[in-house]
């Protein structure tokens, strides 16, 4: 037995997720299998059709295992029974076909015409619940041409009968001209002027046209016969009329919610927030003062309806145009009059202010929730990706870390081994200077050791993105003096005008980005001389953010770095020429521009004049006031030597 497929007929009404739920319950109770659901999309269109219901079962039907197609063609039933055919379903279910009264008797309707069609496919027809307000409404022509359509059928056709009695005429004139007169009513105002103009016309010509003249009564079978002839033409032509101009006037608001929709997804794509650009087009398309969307979130263990106005503080997720009245998530009640709220999903809404949408234009209006909701998908799958890639770099810094604990730490253990040893080795007697040979060999070999370890712990934080500097008003040569201790004298070179400008800095982290730049600059140009300077007035432009920076810049004349090569120079465990024998784990730059980029600030490096490598370092411009300092938590872990908190 194979296996079995059941294809659902979606019409793109609320009924779809009744029979998807169906469909899934018959596969459960078997063995299994597949479902399809599919919507055929017709050129005339269907009222009922909702691009909001019909995301909602796509996405019920994927969440079930399924998959949703759409269909294009003029006959529904027989394309839904084509599509079951070429999947070879063994199951179609269909929802119970809504027809009038007056037409039920005369007309099969979709569930009848695939239960005839479907021949070896069985065939499920599901009852669905009639709602009061379920019915498609007739397409409005508007209360003004309504209006007009009724005036013009009271005052038209007294005129013709005045034309008429101008000449003598017989009673087939009368109605013939009259019957123009209801065409015209039947094309300015719709069905309902045009029946009544016709009786109205009817009434005259019986009165004026009929022998006997002047009175209601008809003595001639045949003038009978003409005037019913003439109400029954005029009522049909009235139909036909008032049936053209509603589709006429329902595919110019088709093709204008194709143009509408059409300027959306270009606009959209053409803005760098997409989610902004689609609040944007809805301003220009409903003419709303502005547009947002609210997520309204109910608290833990608490009920909520999901509405904006429920009572939970709602989030607002984007916003465009003039949405002064939503203040803090909330609508303040002297905000814009006239709100037009849809849902996109059970906890998100999109609010338009300072419009509120006719019938006429919820269709369109459920066409933008739609959008909206790819949009707000996206941005979760974006932010998905950015946390999936930081928790790739995350565990590619782990193992490198793992790495480097196994290779380039064992040199320092292993002579802290050797040393330590032999001072502990009986029945071996040095001397005094060999026995400070040992212990100084310990000493370096620790100190290499403990900068190893804080520079891979530091690179793990910083990874981590768990380092939250305490900026404050900080000067250069107040860091600079700490970040020397311990260096060679007279090494390097400190050039400072005085009064420089404070920078907005953390301490601790300055004096370690400066050390680490300089202890670089010597092991990898040992002998050339490093030079500590700054501009003039110690000013360099404004930072990424708009705010202005001061400068210090640390400039040696070794060989230098290809510029190629540059940005690789700050990537972690990257040595000189990358080469494995190389000191060091090749952190010192890496940690310095984490540092850094954690105080808003850049490190940059340019070629120094006449050869050698310069390294910049830009911070914001202090204003004066203390950063987070003060505000640490309980129980916060620091860096220790610095005021920085570990998250």
Same mark, same amino acid.
């Given at each position: 037995?194979?296996?079995?497929?059941?294809?659902?007929?979606?019409?793109?009404?609320?009924?779809?997720?009744?029979?998807?739920?169906?469909?899934?319950?018959?596969?459960?109770?078997?063995?299994?299998?597949?479902?399809?659901?599919?919507?055929?999309?017709?050129?005339?269109? #269907?009222?009922?059709? *909702?691009?909001?219901?019909?995301?909602?079962?796509?996405?019920?039907?994927?969440?079930?295992?399924?998959?949703?197609?759409?269909?294009?063609?003029?006959?529904?039933?027989?394309?839904?029974?084509?599509?079951?055919?070429?999947?070879?379903?063994?199951?179609?279910?269909?929802?119970?076909?809504?027809?009038?009264?007056?037409?039920?008797?005369?007309?099969?309707?979709?569930?009848?015409?695939?239960?005839?069609?479907?021949?070896?496919?069985?065939?499920?027809?599901?009852?669905?619940?009639?709602?009061?307000?379920?019915?498609?409404?007739?397409?409005?022509?508007?209360?003004?041409?309504?209006?007009?359509?009724?005036?013009?059928?009271?005052?038209?056709?007294?005129?013709?009968?005045?034309?008429?009695?101008?000449?003598?005429?017989?009673?087939?004139?009368?109605?013939?001209?009259?019957?123009?007169?209801?065409?015209?009513?039947?094309?300015?105002?719709?069905?309902?002027?045009?029946?009544?103009?016709?009786?109205? *016309?009817?009434?005259?010509?019986?009165?004026?046209?009929?022998?006997?003249?002047?009175?209601?009564?008809?003595?001639?079978?045949?003038?009978?016969?003409?005037?019913?002839?003439?109400?029954?033409?005029?009522?049909? %032509?009235?139909?036909? %009329?008032?049936?053209?101009?509603?589709?006429?006037?329902?595919?110019?608001?088709?093709?204008?919610?194709?143009?509408t929709l059409g300027d959306l997804a270009l606009g959209a794509s053409r803005s760098e927030d997409t989610l902004h650009g689609l609040l944007a087009e809805a301003l220009d398309a409903f003419g709303a003062s502005g547009a947002a969307v609210v997520s309204n979130l109910p608290a833990a263990g608490e009920q909520d309806s999901g509405h904006p106005d429920s009572g939970h503080r709602p989030l607002l997720l984007a916003g465009a145009g003039d949405i002064s009245g939503w203040q803090d998530g909330t609508q303040d009640d002297g905000g814009v009059p006239g709100t037009t709220t849809v849902q996109v999903d059970p906890v998100t809404w999109l609010v338009l202010f300072?419009?509120?949408?006719?019938?006429?234009?919820?269709?369109?209006?459920?066409?933008?929730?739609?959008?909206?909701?790819?949009?707000?998908?996206?941005?979760?799958?974006?932010?998905?990706?950015?946390?999936?890639?930081?928790?790739?770099?995350?565990?590619?810094?782990?193992?490198?870390?793992?790495?480097?604990?196994?290779?380039?730490?064992?040199?320092?253990?292993?002579?802290?081994?050797?040393?330590?040893?032999?001072?502990?080795?009986?029945?071996?007697?040095?001397?005094?200077?060999?026995?400070?040979?040992?212990l100084e060999t310990i000493d370096a070999c620790t100190d290499r050791l403990d900068l190893l370890v804080g520079n891979l712990l530091d690179m793990s934080r910083i990874t981590a993105r768990s380092v939250e500097p305490l900026l404050g008003p900080v000067r250069w040569g107040e860091v600079i003096d700490g970040a020397l201790r311990g260096l060679p004298e007279g090494a390097i070179t400190v050039a400072l005008p005085a009064n420089l400008p404070p920078v907005e800095a953390d301490r601790g982290l300055l004096e370690r980005v400066i050390a680490n730049i300089l202890e670089n600059a010597l092991k990898h140009a040992p002998g050339s001389g490093v030079a500590i300077?700054?501009?003039?007035?110690?000013?360099?432009?404004?930072?990424?953010?708009?705010?202005?920076?001061?400068?210090?810049?640390?400039?040696?004349?070794?060989?230098?770095?290809?510029?190629?090569?540059?940005?690789?120079?700050?990537?972690?465990?990257?040595?000189?020429?990358?080469?494995?024998?190389?000191?060091?784990?090749?952190?010192?730059?890496? %940690?310095?521009?984490?540092?850094?980029?954690?105080?808003?600030?850049?490190?940059?490096?340019?070629?120094?004049?006449?050869?050698?490598?310069?390294?910049?370092?830009?911070?914001?411009?202090?204003?004066?006031?203390?950063?987070?300092?003060?505000?640490?938590?309980?129980?916060?872990? #620091?860096?220790?030597? #610095?005021?920085?908190?570990?998250?």
């Open positions: 037995m194979g296996m079995e497929r059941i294809v659902v007929g979606l019409q793109g009404d609320d009924d779809g997720e009744l029979l998807v739920r169906r469909a899934a319950r018959l596969l459960h109770r078997g063995d299994g299998g597949e479902l399809l659901a599919v919507h055929v999309r017709t050129p005339a269109g #269907t009222r009922a059709e *909702s691009p909001q219901a019909l995301q909602a079962q796509r996405g019920l039907v994927e969440d079930l295992g399924g998959s949703y197609h759409t269909v294009s063609a003029s006959d529904v039933a027989r394309a839904l029974v084509e599509f079951a055919r070429s999947v070879r379903a063994s199951h179609v279910i269909v929802g119970q076909s809504r027809r009038h009264r007056i037409t039920a008797p005369f007309r099969l309707g979709v569930d009848a015409r695939v239960v005839r069609e479907a021949a070896d496919i069985d065939v499920q027809v599901v009852p669905l619940v009639r709602h009061s307000g379920g019915r498609g409404r007739r397409t409005e022509l508007g209360r003004v041409r309504t209006g007009f359509g009724f005036a013009l059928a009271a005052v038209l056709p007294p005129l013709l009968q005045l034309l008429l009695a101008m000449f003598e005429h017989s009673v087939a004139t009368a109605v013939l001209i009259q019957l123009t007169g209801a065409v015209a009513v039947s094309l300015a105002g719709g069905l309902w002027p045009a029946v009544a103009g016709a009786l109205w *016309s009817s009434l005259l010509v019986n009165y004026f046209s009929t022998p006997p003249l002047g009175d209601l009564a008809i003595h001639d079978p045949q003038d009978l016969l003409s005037l019913a002839v003439f109400v029954g033409v005029s009522v049909a %032509v009235a139909g036909v %009329v008032d049936g053209s101009a509603r589709r006429s006037k329902e595919a110019s608001r088709a093709q204008a919610e194709a143009a300072g419009r509120e949408v006719p019938p006429s234009g919820r269709r369109l209006l459920g066409a933008f929730a739609v959008h909206v909701k790819a949009q707000l998908e996206r941005r979760q799958l974006e932010a998905s990706r950015h946390e999936i890639l930081r928790l790739a770099e995350g565990n590619t810094m782990r193992t490198a870390i793992l790495q480097a604990v196994s290779h380039d730490l064992r040199t320092p253990l292993a002579g802290i081994k050797l040393a330590a040893g032999g001072l502990l080795q009986n029945g071996v007697a040095y001397t005094p200077a060999e026995q400070r040979e040992l300077t700054t501009t003039a007035d110690g000013l360099a432009g404004v930072t990424a953010g708009g705010h202005p920076c001061g400068e210090l810049r640390i400039a040696d004349h070794g060989p230098g770095v290809p510029e190629r090569k540059v940005l690789d120079m700050f990537r972690p465990f990257q040595r000189a020429d990358d080469l494995p024998h190389a000191s060091g784990l090749g952190l010192g730059l890496a %940690v310095a521009q984490g540092f850094v980029q954690a105080m808003r600030g850049t490190l940059t490096a340019e070629a120094t004049p006449g050869g050698g490598l310069t390294m910049i370092i830009r911070l914001p411009l202090s204003t004066g006031s203390p950063g987070i300092a003060g505000s640490i938590a309980p129980g916060a872990e #620091t860096i220790q030597g #610095t005021g920085t908190v570990l998250k």
